[in-house]
């Protein structure tokens, strides 16, 4: 993996880069479509390509039961499964795994858990999170970490840090001795964690800078329930300490005006279920603000979805149709509204990008958010 930064802005630290695998070349920052299965819920790979993504994230823990290492290892990994020709992002499953705290039992060496499928008991660890991860051949490979919850302790983050770090080294030493499956390369981003302490955050950077230097970086354990000032504070403190030439992942943000947000604070590249999830729930994202097409008011409006946007389904569907949809439980109503917020932060995306490089993007940022945020 290569990353080359081209730009930065002249008044936040929002940048552009461009990011290159063996699978794709693209400019940053860039948002991933969260394909936790394999696939992106009501919406084919096709439609992806269409809109212009090359990057989907897959998870571990998810592909590890279905369809599981054998199905992977056979076919050469999850792009040949999948037939997407475009790069991949697997997060190591600790985030599933710690989610489920009734469900798991951690020790220094991993975890023991349940699985949410069938109750069936599984030891998860450094090596083996790495070994999954090679076997689905993710473009790039994230580390095993331990999140902990929010709130917690500062006596739990501490723990819980400590233990992250170590089996970080853990991943390290076997990725080291255990080179790429296929034929592509694995870049492989450690996590920083320390929850919302301030001193455990930056312990977390000087600890993993003090390793070695790596691919990229991963920001893990926000976005779980604190003040968005807070992760915005903790955000913008890390970037301060990170390598300018390396990328910077924002694990699981966010909706658009958090991302925005992170943007103007360094960050680079993003993953999260919002525009898939709440597209399937009848919310969809536009630049005059949140639209819930299950409203009554749209009932008897033929105007197009909508005139701003910028995918084929928001010009030759109505809101009353695409309503009536949603109205009588046809598939089709999910597939649209995931089609359209999809394209929405690809095209927020890229108007992000334009903003930086003319410098424009603190101005633009500012007016935008508001309205992005506003229920129509």
């Not at 090359?54 to 592909?63: F, P, R, S, T, V």
């Not at 008897?300 to 389904?313: A, H, N, P, W």
């Not at 903003?355 to 229920?375: A, D, E, G, V, Y």
Request: net charge positive; hydrophobic share 35%; aromatic share 12%.
């Amino acid at each position: 993996m290569k990353f080359n930064l081209i730009k930065k802005d002249k008044f936040t630290k929002s940048r552009v880069g461009i990011l290159i695998t063996d699978h794709a070349s693209m400019v940053t920052p860039i948002f991933m479509p969260v394909a936790t299965k394999g696939a992106i819920q009501c919406v084919s790979k096709h439609e992806l390509e269409n809109i212009g993504y090359q990057m989907i994230l897959g998870n571990a823990y998810h592909l590890y039961f279905y369809p599981g290492l054998e199905v992977l290892y056979k076919i050469q990994g999850l792009h040949t499964f999948m037939n997407w020709h475009q790069s991949i992002l697997t997060d190591s499953g600790g985030y599933q795994i710690f989610s489920m705290k009734k469900l798991n039992e951690i020790t220094e060496d991993g975890v023991k858990f349940r699985s949410i499928f069938n109750g069936s008991i599984h030891f998860f660890y450094p090596e083996k999170s790495m070994k999954i991860q090679r076997i689905i051949g993710g473009d790039l490979i994230m580390a095993f970490d331990d999140c902990p919850p929010y709130p917690c302790s500062y006596i739990e983050a501490k723990k819980s840090l400590i233990r992250t770090h170590i089996w970080l080294k853990r991943c390290d030493n076997y990725l080291n001795n255990n080179p790429e499956i296929y034929n592509h390369k694995q870049s492989f981003f450690p996590i920083i964690h320390g929850s919302v302490y301030s001193d455990l955050r930056q312990f977390s950077v000087e600890t993993v800078s003090l390793l070695k230097e790596y691919d990229g970086y991963a920001i893990g354990g926000l976005s779980l329930g604190e003040p968005q000032e807070k992760t915005q504070y903790i955000t913008n403190l890390i970037t301060d300490q990170l390598p300018e030439n390396k990328p910077r992942y924002l694990m699981g943000v966010g909706n658009p005006a958090n991302i925005l947000e992170a943007i103007s604070l360094g960050i680079d590249m993003f993953d999260c279920v919002i525009p898939t999830r709440n597209g399937r729930h009848g919310l969809l994202f536009t630049w005059q603000g949140i639209l819930n097409i299950k409203n009554s008011k749209w009932k008897k409006d033929f105007s197009c979805l909508d005139e701003f946007g910028s995918s084929y389904v928001d010009k030759i569907y109505s809101k009353s149709y695409v309503r009536h949809l949603f109205s009588s439980k046809e598939n089709l109503a999910q597939q649209i509204a995931t089609i359209h917020n999809l394209a929405f932060y690809f095209n927020l995306m890229k108007t992000a990008r334009e903003k930086i490089l003319n410098n424009t993007f603190l101005h633009w940022k500012q007016s935008i958010i508001p309205r992005l945020m506003h229920r129509l």
